[in-house]
């Protein structure tokens, strides 16, 4: 439904930081749970982080938690993914996702739409 669209990636080294965009149409980012994922080539889509419409975060902490903070501007239509400290291994395409107002789920089939993605390189 929601047409969500991805901005903020770019090439850098490693121990760079990135901020992430993600805006949204109408009251999405306001009403629904937001979530990126990312996606390593040849590798499986990952969770990355989520915050629900209670402003409740979730983080996954093996690969990201303590480096990404998500947030939200609900009156801008903006996620937000602020990555500190990248690695290489946080090489991947971004993808915005909203799912239905909820706790933030870690599961992708939870989520209902999605961006077109943007890509994050990290040079050693």
């Known amino acids: 439904q929601a047409q969500l669209v991805e901005s903020g990636g770019g090439l850098v080294q490693a121990g760079d930081s990135l901020r992430l965009s993600c805006k949204a149409p109408g009251r999405t980012v306001m009403w629904y749970t937001m979530g990126w994922f990312r996606q390593a080539p040849g590798k499986e889509r990952e969770f990355v982080a989520a915050?629900?419409?209670?402003?409740?975060?979730?983080y996954n902490e093996d690969s990201v938690k303590g480096r990404f903070t998500i947030s939200k501007a609900n009156a801008k239509r903006t996620v937000y993914l602020q990555m500190n400290n990248l690695k290489p291994e946080d090489t991947a395409v971004y993808y915005c996702?909203?799912?239905?107002?909820?706790?933030?789920?870690?599961?992708?089939?939870?989520?209902?739409?999605w961006g077109q993605g943007t890509r994050v390189t990290v040079s050693s």
């Open positions: 915050i629900s419409r209670s402003d409740t975060r979730a």
């Open positions: 996702a909203a799912a239905q107002p909820g706790s933030p789920s870690r599961v992708a089939g939870s989520y209902e739409s």
